[in-house]
């Protein structure tokens, strides 16, 4: 099996110097790719004279991940793509796990393996953690993350199961699907759109897959931190826009409306908190809902494998009213 490991990169000579000496070590059984979103910088002469194997592919503009990604991804040649952030260490057989899941059946679509914290490394991390999932107001949270509650990993996820979305921070998937099932959304930038492109993936009738046997260690934040308002208009529009692409029935309608009185209600616990730039960046957020809206309608396809995507109603009112922290509870 021909594994492409493809790091996105812009500007980010620091955590190439960092993180890549990992990368290289222990992924003797694929292909390093460094995908360059048009740096400024000196990463790619630092890539070229210290590590050498790792191969180059240069995009013409920073279309952000989602553009990034599907440009570099064009241009390269694998069985299996491992979509990996630049601020990510890799352990030791870290894809010997993924390579076995992927042989023992071609209905395997996407592979996400443990994702725990660099900074803490017996918890997990927050993109991704032990495995995806949504609730039915279309609310992300993870095995091992709900929300800013993390947990400290004790085994307890250690198995390999199916899950609803990988993690863009390490998201294996195979060439011809991601091909098969439109690539990654573009209108999305960044954020959530590789929630949109499993979606589409479980919609396609393929199956996706955490693997607690193999580990890796995120950073996370280096691209935008949680801090930036930048990313709170791009979750909370993103995530509007893909519960209207792919959901299905006249119902979606009517969570949008609730979705819409929740997200006044965060904006308000921004205010609360002091960082009224997120209250304004949701107000964006909705204004851009309104003007993308047209065009992500029209994005709307039948399927005729429409699985259920959400394993309980609404985590919010789990997590906020009924006190219930950890996905065990749920």
């Not at 709170?232 to 692409?245: E, H």
Request: net charge neutral.
């Amino acid at each position: 099996m021909n594994i492409a490991v493809v790091i996105l990169n812009w500007n980010g000579r620091s955590l190439l110097e960092q993180f890549l000496p990992s990368i290289v070590k222990y992924s003797k059984e694929a292909t390093v790719y460094l995908a360059d979103n048009a740096s400024t910088d000196d990463s790619i002469d630092f890539v070229k004279t210290s590590f050498p194997e790792v191969k180059i592919v240069q995009n013409e503009v920073n279309g952000g991940y989602a553009k990034g990604y599907n440009d570099a991804l064009a241009k390269i040649d694998a069985d299996v793509y491992c979509l990996l952030n630049s601020d990510v260490e890799v352990t030791e057989n870290w894809l010997l796990p993924v390579i076995e899941t992927f042989k023992s059946s071609e209905n395997i679509a996407a592979v996400q393996p443990k994702i725990l914290d660099y900074k803490k490394k017996n918890y997990f991390e927050y993109a991704g953690a032990a495995g995806g999932f949504m609730d039915k107001l279309g609310y992300p949270f993870c095995r091992g993350r709900i929300f800013d509650t993390l947990e400290e990993d004790k085994g307890q996820y250690n198995d390999t199961t199916d899950i609803f979305w990988a993690s863009g921070a390490c998201l294996f998937i195979r060439k011809s699907v991601f091909e098969e099932t439109g690539r990654l959304d573009e209108d999305f930038f960044a954020h959530q759109e590789e929630i949109d492109l499993c979606w589409r993936i479980r919609n396609h009738g393929y199956d996706i897959k955490y693997i607690g046997s193999s580990e890796v260690y995120h950073l996370g934040g280096a691209t935008l931190n949680t801090l930036n308002p930048r990313k709170t208009f791009l979750n909370f529009r993103n995530n509007l826009l893909m519960m209207v692409k792919n959901s299905f029935g006249v119902s979606i309608w009517f969570i949008i409306f609730i979705r819409m009185i929740l997200d006044g209600v965060a904006g308000v616990k921004y205010i609360v908190e002091g960082k009224p730039s997120h209250c304004l960046a949701i107000l964006k957020a909705h204004f851009s809902f309104y003007k993308n809206l047209p065009t992500f309608v029209k994005k709307r396809k039948k399927s005729t494998d429409r699985r259920k995507y959400y394993t309980v109603s609404s985590v919010v009112w789990q997590y906020y009213i009924l006190n219930k922290k950890l996905f065990n509870h749920l």
